[in-house]
């Protein structure tokens, strides 16, 4: 009777610490946000390099807080002709592979100022098996301060004597959404938002992607611990994206992703407020496939520069709507 009596408590034990390490884990991440992007305290850019006509440059920035974040600018050349004196920002999150990367895989900026960002993870992104488990602490710290990173990044970019701050469209691809929509309700420096090949909800896609190495049902349980590890109901985008208006927020979607649910792409649209527009396009994910990513930032800038039939060098649009969303 003791030993029973031991055991109930043994497990009473271990499911309240479970509960507290939960509850501590999905707190609201607000606070942390804004402690963690504090203020810009110090910056070093490389020298300026000329690359597809374009000015290129990489910059390191430091806050206060600690945080640090790279960022590589693409702008047109100073003075150039028909171009105004400072252009429309675009600031591009992508995949942790691309990162800062990204903006190489635009060959021309048609006078707009584009900035990929590096996510602020220190480490090998490229760990997997059980190693990654010692990397779970630094994951999550660099999911949580991707958003004040994209914070800080303005704080220096608008500074800049070419960014026009009135004009800041915030892009989030595949990876990279969640974190510009949290970025966008936080931040009304942003202009608009842009979620590319991007769902809702933080469980229903990591289980989904899960399945294909883990199988069923034992990707139910990991992909539920590693949700909550790294607070991902907190993250989940459409929990944030209603504070974006009125203020657009703009979806572009593949209609063959298999990486994504339809119902947590849609979950995400419907969350939105108006103004807001969705268009889907031929294809499966965007991954890092340069000829995709080309097409759909070409989609993009059409978008920015006013051209509302989206074509821009060959880019068009292909693509229909949703619960009311206009063709871009």
Do not use: C
């Amino acid at each position: 009777m003791g030993s029973v009596f031991r055991r109930r408590n043994v497990v009473a034990v271990v499911t309240t610490l479970l509960a507290v390490g939960a509850l501590y884990l999905m707190r609201d991440p607000t606070a942390r946000f804004m402690e963690r992007r504090s203020r810009l305290v110090a910056w070093q850019a490389s020298p300026v390099d000329t690359i597809d006509g374009h000015l290129v440059q990489t910059v390191h920035l430091s806050a206060a807080s600690g945080l640090e974040v790279d960022l590589t600018v693409k702008r047109p050349p100073a003075g150039a002709a028909g171009q105004p004196e400072r252009g429309p920002l675009v600031v591009l999150l992508g995949g942790h592979r691309t990162g800062k990367d990204a903006v190489r895989l635009i060959p021309d900026t048609h006078g707009t100022v584009v900035v990929a960002l590096a996510y602020p993870f220190r480490g090998d992104p490229r760990l997997k098996g059980p190693g990654v488990v010692l990397k779970v602490p630094a994951i999550r710290a660099a999911l949580l301060d991707t958003p004040p990173a994209l914070m800080l990044a303005l704080d220096y970019l608008l500074q800049q004597p070419y960014v026009d701050p009135t004009h800041v469209e915030s892009v989030g691809v595949s990876l990279g959404a969640p974190f510009v929509v949290i970025a966008g309700a936080l931040d009304h420096r942003v202009s608009r938002v842009w979620v590319i090949h991007g769902s809702g909800e933080s469980y229903t896609p990591l289980e989904h992607n899960m399945r294909r190495k883990i199988p069923f049902p034992a990707s139910v349980l990991v992909a539920g611990l590693s949700n909550v590890i790294i607070g991902g109901p907190r993250l989940a985008p459409e929990k944030w994206v209603g504070r974006i208006a009125p203020r657009e927020f703009v979806m572009i979607n593949a209609r063959d992703d298999e990486r994504l649910p339809r119902a947590s792409v849609e979950k995400l649209y419907t969350s939105a407020r108006e103004p807001k527009s969705i268009t889907w396009v031929d294809g499966q994910h965007v991954r890092a496939r340069p000829e995709v990513v080309r097409g759909l930032v070409q989609m993009v800038l059409a978008r920015v520069l006013g051209n509302t039939d989206g074509a821009l060098n060959g880019g068009s649009l292909n693509g229909g709507s949703l619960n009311g969303g206009s063709r871009l």
